[in-house]
């Protein structure tokens, strides 16, 4: 019996996220059932996140147990001929049999998309949010700074969790924004004279840590963008952690612009 | 009677192109459809650009005529409301009623992206052509720069044209790549002594002209593509115009990986 992982990428639009659930289409339940046409086997993968329902992927994890005499890096190319076009396997390879991958020490990096507008751009609708309300990165970057570190992150979980310690350690939290070429520059010089519009841009906050809680990446960013917005000053992030208290944070941001980057192993 | 110019941005996945067609959604269709609907108009919008079937758009023009008491800035917000959210006006306003978007001088900008490394990503395919073969982009680069300036394209357009000549003026053809951020980084330490894999990249190839020939861009695209891949050589691209002859060029790039970015009125 080898353990084979499986760096897995997919678009979660269509997906009732990660776990299998009866007579809903998961990822895992994908993942399964292609592995098991693929190999004979009857296979149940070990993911490393069980992403949500709508929430998108570059670099999960998945491990299984074969038999089968396919070289573990090849697993990559057969499953690919097999999966739909909206999940693909980026790598595979042999691990140790004992190998878990929630249990074992790693960095895990999320990035959140907000596309900030005063219209939605439809090719970037599924995988940011969309806003029109003008945001603010400095005050972004300001109020996610108060976030580093390890701290008690009990208001930034959602209420049904089922996590024995809220603790978590956060190693960083990035907000940057990318200008969308094209929208700004049209308009401006569509008619010469004309009102000059504010450019489309994305502004994406990149958060790595070791482990996360129950919506802890998506509540970030609702909070994050109450600060941006100017309804929170950016200290009042510190006051949120210390409140230890759901109902002190800003709303969950929707699952659309949240994607699971990757892992790093330490 | 005013006319209103739309700035029109659309995911162009589920349509069969701009232009009416019967018995098939289009971009013009459902512009007409929602614009009548709203005026109580029978309307006709002429586009500045008939994309084909599959491109995407961020700012493609399109006026109409109206009798409306709707201020020609509301338009925006009336037709979003209206409109699927594939399509998205990014701007209205009241043009001289005998202004044509294709008649009248204007620099039109397109973005062809390709989305290269091993395996396709899941988030990346409805807007990226994929392909596993390595290009050199610095290769591709040095074939774009042939395309600068005014030459006859015969050799770069469909032969079922209408054009009354081929020459057209290109007035930058820029390559760049952007790595994604993830794949690559997970992969390479996912486990520690394994092989380091090529990052995930996305190639751009951004096009700027006054006008082009029916599937210009995308040629052009598929012959740096050959380029960038070995084989052909740089200055091969020199010879391609030189030939006027279709055959000459690389294939027609598909139609995803083809965003119209917008226009400058000159």
């Known amino acids: 019996m080898r353990r084979v992982m499986l760096t897995v990428a997919y678009d979660g639009t269509a997906y009732r996220g990660w776990q299998i659930q009866a007579g809903q289409e998961t990822i895992e339940g994908v993942l399964n059932r ?12 070990i993911g490393a996140s069980r992403t949500d329902s709508g929430v998108h992927a570059m670099g999960n ?4 147990d074969t038999q089968s ?6 697993f990559s190319y057969a499953l690919n001929q097999r999966l739909p076009e909206d999940i693909r396997i980026q790598n595979s390879e042999e691990v ?7 249990h074992c020490s790693s960095r895990k990096t999320y990035e959140y998309r ?11 609708r599924l995988y940011s949010y969309f806003t029109y309300v003008p945001l603010d990165v400095e005050r972004m970057r300001q109020g996610a700074a108060f976030l580093v570190g390890e701290h008690d992150f009990k208001s930034f979980c959602s209420v049904d969790t089922q996590a024995q310690t809220t603790v978590r350690q ?3 939290v990035e907000v940057w924004e ?20 504010r450019p489309g841009r994305e502004i994406v906050i990149r958060v790595a840590g070791r482990g996360f809680l129950y919506n802890m990446v998506r509540i970030i960013a609702g909070t994050l963008m109450e600060v941006g917005r100017g309804k929170l000053p950016p200290e009042c992030v510190k006051d949120i952690l210390a409140a230890c208290d759901r109902q002190a944070a800003g709303p969950t941001a929707p699952a659309c612009g949240l994607t699971l980057i990757g892992y790093e192993f330490l």
Request: proline share 8%; charged share 25%.
């Open 34 to 45: 292609c592995i098991g046409e693929l190999t004979g086997e009857t296979v149940e993968v």
């Open 61 to 64: 994890l998945a491990v299984f």
């Open 69 to 74: 005499l396919i070289p573990a890096e090849k």
């Open 96 to 102: 140790a049999v004992d190998f878990h991958p929630r």
């Open 114 to 124: 907000i596309y900030n507008a005063p219209f939605a751009l439809p090719v970037k």
């Open 170 to 172: 956060v190693d960083s």
């Open 178 to 197: 990318e200008n969308i070429f094209g929208v700004a520059d049209v308009a401006k010089d569509a008619v010469p004279g004309r009102e000059i519009r």
